[in-house]
């Protein structure tokens, strides 16, 4: 059973492009987060949402808008596509949000965005 | 502000080395620590975490003790095997879920 999903796997586009990338999670948690993942590895957070509001936002381009249509799902959205943002995008989830708290994020699989 | 850092890789060990990849962290606040795997091509799991000083976390051999007095949490796996070839990042929280990655450390594990 896949905890966290996220489709596509693989997205090539043009610069200039929107696209979105969708992430669904089955495991029941409140908390769902966008990561992205640079060439060199050097892994970052852009938003975290929890109960479908937005509570991390870490300056990135307002060209990036998460929508959370759901507790279970968490898609980002990418306006106007540039060569910087090809990289891999990580979805992922926690049981709950707070300052206290030390639960484990769940990761998808990673949506690899190539921008030509 | 909150940061950790990695050894750099990458790390190249025969089957059955023994392995230590280093992380330090800032010592803001009283972060719990985490080592996170990423195998070739899938996301990232959980490998171990610790969320006070002195605790040791560990899982599938793998072993690493949060050091208050160093502000470290050294990776450590006594005899490693080839499918342990992979990319290491180790984590700190920052309060409200918010994780802050190191830049991670690959691990190439020859038979």
């Known amino acids: 059973d896949t905890a966290v999903s996220q489709t596509p796997k693989y997205l090539v586009t043009q610069m200039g492009n929107d696209k979105s990338i969708k992430c669904e999670q089955n495991l029941g948690h409140d908390t769902m987060y966008w990561y992205k993942q640079d060439s060199k590895k050097f892994l970052k957070i852009m938003f975290s949402y929890n109960n479908k509001e937005l509570i991390i936002n870490e300056t990135v381009p307002n060209r990036f808008s998460p929508k959370s249509p759901d507790k279970a799902h968490l898609n980002l959205h990418i306006n106007s596509l540039e060569l910087g943002d090809s990289a891999v995008y990580f979805c992922a989830s926690s049981q709950v949000w707070g300052a206290s708290s030390t639960d484990t994020q769940y990761f998808g699989p990673g949506t690899r965005l190539t921008v030509l | 502000g909150d940061s950790v850092t990695q050894m750099e890789g990458p790390v190249t060990l025969s089957e059955e080395a023994f392995l230590t990849i280093n992380c330090t962290y800032t010592?803001?606040?009283?972060?719990?620590l985490f080592w996170y795997v990423q195998y070739p091509g899938e996301g990232l799991q959980l490998l171990l975490k610790a969320t006070k000083a002195d605790d040791k976390g560990s899982n599938k051999g793998f072993e690493a003790t949060y050091r208050k007095e160093t502000t470290s949490f050294h990776l450590e796996k006594g005899s490693v095997q080839v499918s342990d070839s992979a990319v290491y990042f180790c984590a700190r929280d920052t309060g409200f879920q918010k994780l802050v990655f190191g830049t991670g450390t690959r691990l190439l594990v020859s038979p």
């Open positions: 010592a803001t606040g009283y972060p719990s």
